[in-house]
């Protein structure tokens, strides 16, 4: 048995950032229901083919739920989708702003039929405010919400390589609406939940808001580096490789100095922490650390990961690249050891095994076809 067995979820949505929170619901045991427009479907179906002929988009944030077309510019389409919701426990829209309104499917009337309904809408910008009727798109947020002024180099801002802004929302969307079954339990009511992309990358901007409290200067761009803690982040090795290294206290600082520089006089100086405040002579400038230029790289590792380490779970995680300071490919990572295959996800030939809280589940691919449960759907 899953934890959302029997809990029933109708999403109006598309793209990412809904999908996203309820796919994760999904995952869970509850059964959640896709409604798509006709002939096209939840437009991320076309990003591209990368996976197994379907979009990688929509593979990652649909799996696990049954699709349903309907035309909700017929009268007939939004008496369907008002049935289903009579007996739904969670509603899910993130339309454009005012769309889900216009079709009468507000919180109070769908709670009216429904009491214990819980209603979440996810829009770009909140509820209220000057933009509350504009639309919004992941690079946009990352801009607006100040994430691009602190990512990147000093001469370039650089997006998020994933869709961060989408995920912020779907993450505080699902935990809510985990929250909200929580507290329906205790009332026997539903809830209203708001959620909107600003505001969630927003709260994940709080460092750097509180770094730049009272007119401070903000976090800089500082590439791969930390723009705070120091080492912490790319160097180059003697053999030319570049090493990534993550020290965040001088107890970590005074082990590196020990069982990997071989070099423990190096610790009697306090710790620089940040790059502002490196020691000049000892670890030379940011994306250089002269005690490491003269030691190869799997030497390095070699050290750090030897048992009689104490500790070794903070040095452990020193990892080798190539001198082009790329990071470990996605065939790496899943080829790690520290990703356990009852972790992953398989999707091919109609088919995706999950394995969540350690119970291997097997799940038919229900929205390969963007009207493939409509009747079932509708029984």
Not at 47 to 52: G, M, N
Not at 121 to 133: A, C, F, K
Request: net charge neutral; aromatic share 8%.
């Amino acid at each position: 048995m899953r934890p959302l067995d029997g809990i029933t979820v109708v999403a109006l949505e598309h793209v990412i950032a809904a999908p996203f929170a309820t796919r994760q619901l999904a995952d869970l045991g509850a059964r959640v229901i896709k409604i798509e427009r006709p002939g096209s479907g939840d437009f991320a179906r076309n990003y591209d083919q990368r996976a197994k002929g379907m979009s990688s988009h929509f593979t990652w944030v649909n799996r696990s739920k049954e699709s349903l077309t309907l035309d909700l510019k017929h009268k007939s389409a939004l008496e369907i989708l008002r049935k289903l919701l009579e007996t739904a426990d969670v509603f899910v829209q993130n339309l454009a702003p005012g769309a889900a309104a216009r079709m009468g499917l507000t919180p109070q009337t769908l709670q009216a039929s429904n009491p214990q309904l819980i209603y979440c809408n996810l829009s770009g910008y909140g509820e209220n405010g000057p933009y509350r009727d504009k639309k919004a798109y992941d690079l946009l947020i990352q801009s607006e919400a100040g994430l691009l002024s602190i990512t990147g180099t000093p001469e370039t801002p650089s997006k998020v390589g994933i869709s961060i802004a989408d995920i912020a929302a779907g993450m505080y969307t699902y935990t809510n609406i985990l929250a909200a079954l929580l507290q329906r339990q205790k009332t026997g009511k539903g809830s209203v939940i708001d959620i909107s992309m600003l505001e969630a990358l927003g709260e994940w901007m709080g460092y750097p808001m509180y770094y730049s409290m009272d007119g401070a200067a903000p976090p800089p761009r500082t590439g791969a580096s930390h723009a705070t803690i120091f080492p912490y982040g790319p160097y180059l090795a003697g053999d030319g490789k570049t090493i990534m290294l993550g020290l965040q206290n001088e107890r970590e600082w005074a082990l590196f100095c020990e069982k990997v520089l071989l070099q423990p006089e190096l610790a009697t100086d306090r710790m620089p922490i940040s790059v502002g405040q490196v020691i000049l002579g000892l670890l030379g400038q940011p994306g250089q650390v002269c005690s490491v230029a003269n030691i190869d790289s799997d030497v390095l590792v070699l050290r750090a990961n030897e048992p009689d380490v104490p500790g070794s779970d903070s040095v452990s995680r020193f990892a080798v690249e190539s001198s082009r300071i790329d990071p470990p490919t996605l065939r790496q990572f899943f080829r790690s050891r520290n990703v356990k295959p009852s972790r992953l996800i398989y999707v091919g030939n109609d088919r995706l095994v999950v394995n969540l809280l350690q119970q291997r589940l097997v799940i038919s691919w229900h929205g390969r076809d963007y009207n493939q449960h409509n009747a079932e759907s509708c029984r």
